[in-house]
């Protein structure tokens, strides 16, 4: 097993509902390996800030986000509604906590300020798909 995925809470989500829509062709790439890496290790690392995913984003430098109130503010409700902490998890605890957790008023709540929610890139059903 190489390095796992490291990722801040709410891109559980991101990577779970993408279709293939982004900033950039880096972020593009970036977020198709990411996704790769996850369904062939099956285990993603939790962390508080910025992962390899902001990275490839636009509004991203000198590791922070230009919209790091919000980005912060969607992590927390992240970790709110499901429990989500800073370390390793096995996808199948994953797949467990979206299965019992992530409801649609959950979703409401999370993503309201997303502007991938708002301009309907991502949807609940997006979310709740298997992620094979």
């Not at 790769?36 to 993603?44: G, L």
């Not at 993503?111 to 709740?128: L, S």
Request: net charge positive; aromatic share 10%; glycine share 6%.
């Amino acid at each position: 097993m190489g390095n796992t995925a490291t990722i801040r809470p709410h891109h559980i989500l991101c990577t779970r509902a993408f279709r293939g829509k982004g900033y950039s062709d880096d972020f593009l790439h970036t977020m198709r390996n990411i996704i790769e890496r996850i369904k062939k290790e099956r285990i993603v690392t939790i962390i508080y800030g910025g992962d390899t995913i902001c990275s490839a984003c636009p509004r991203y430098s000198d590791g922070k986000c230009e919209t790091e109130a919000k980005v912060q503010n969607i992590d927390k409700n992240v970790i709110h509604f499901l429990g989500i902490e800073q370390r390793r998890y096995s996808y199948d605890e994953i797949d467990k906590i979206i299965a019992q957790k992530f409801t649609k008023p959950v979703f409401e709540s999370i993503c309201a300020q997303c502007e991938w929610k708002q301009q309907n890139i991502c949807t609940y059903e997006d979310v709740i798909r298997p992620f094979v």
